[in-house]
């Protein structure tokens, strides 16, 4: 059944970052670790540095999958919007191009997710 709208409608997007009390949104997808089906998603100052992004946020997100342990960071390969990246652990996430819903992916060489299944 066809639909035919009566009037313009105006959509205005809810998670824009002025409604984030100023925090934006971060993604984060751990490649071949599907056990997380889904990227993570935090609302993250943009001032935190990227070294405590690590330690505070991402190492405790990561702590059920068996792989966890093994993690690690300074060996890891990034990705940031789809482009390599190479982040500064001493720079804040915006200082390090990190902005409102950015994609990071995280690949780590060797971890290859459960039993190596990639899950």
């Known amino acids: 059944m066809p639909v035919t709208a009566i009037g313009p409608y105006e959509a205005i997007a809810l998670d824009r970052q002025e409604n984030f009390n100023g925090l934006q949104l971060v993604y984060l997808c751990w490649e071949r670790h599907l056990m997380f089906c889904a990227p993570f998603t935090w ?12 330690t505070q946020v991402l190492r405790p997100a990561l702590v059920a999958h068996p792989d966890a342990a093994q993690v690690d960071f300074t060996t890891a390969h990034w990705r940031l919007n789809d482009r390599p990246f190479v982040p500064d652990p001493a720079l804040s996430l915006a ?18 997710g459960i039993a190596g299944t990639g899950n």
């Open 95 to 112: 200082a390090n191009g990190i902005d409102h819903k950015s994609l990071l992916h995280l690949d780590t060489p060797g971890l290859n």
């Open 43 to 54: 609302p993250l100052p943009p001032q935190m540095l990227f070294a405590d992004f690590l």
